[in-house]
Nanobody, 127 residues
Framework: QVQLAESGGGLVQAGGSLRLSCAAS????????MGWFRQVPGKEREFVAH????????YYADSVKGRFTISRDNAKNTVTLQMNSLKPEDTAVYFC????????????????????WGQGTQVTVSS
C-alpha cells in the first residue's frame, strides 16, 4: 500500500495563502490519481481538486477554481495544493487521497473512488 502524510496547514487571515503538501511512501505516486478533499465537523467530505497520474490533467471544485492549484512531482513522490485568496469558508481539515484504479474525472470527485488517505491537516482562515 501507499502511505500519505499531509503537512502545511495552519492559521491564516482571509486573503492569505497556504501551501499544503502530501508526501507518499511505500509506493510511487506515478500510478495513482491524486486528490484533495476537505471536511468540517458535521459535514460530509468535500472534493477540492484532483490530478492525473502524469500531472497533465487537473480538475477543481467550483468553489476553489481560480484560487487553488493542484500539482505533483512524481520524482519527489509529492502532491501539492497551493491555496490563494483564502476565505473563511475554506476552513477545514484537508486530506490527501490516492486512487489506484482508473475512474472518470467525475468519479474522482467522490471520496469512494480513492483507496488511500492521509491523516489530514487543519486549515483555519480567520476573518
Amino acid at each position: 500500500q501507499v502511505q500519505l502524510a499531509e503537512s502545511g496547514g495552519g492559521l491564516v487571515q482571509a486573503g492569505g495563502s497556504l501551501r499544503l503538501s502530501c508526501a507518499a511512501s511505500g509506493r510511487t505516486l506515478s500510478s495513482y490519481t491524486m486528490g484533495w478533499f476537505r471536511q468540517v465537523p458535521g459535514k460530509e467530505r468535500e472534493f477540492v481538486a484532483h490530478i492525473s497520474r502524469s500531472g497533465g490533467s487537473t480538475y477543481y471544485a467550483d468553489s476553489v477554481k481560480g484560487r487553488f492549484t493542484i500539482s505533483r512531482d512524481n520524482a519527489k513522490n509529492t502532491v501539492t495544493l497551493q491555496m490563494n485568496s483564502l476565505k473563511p469558508e475554506d476552513t477545514a481539515v484537508y486530506f490527501c487521497a490516492a486512487d489506484q484504479r482508473v475512474h472518470t474525472m467525475v468519479m474522482n470527485t467522490r471520496p469512494a473512488a480513492y483507496d488511500y488517505w492521509g491523516q489530514g491537516t487543519q486549515v483555519t482562515v480567520s476573518s
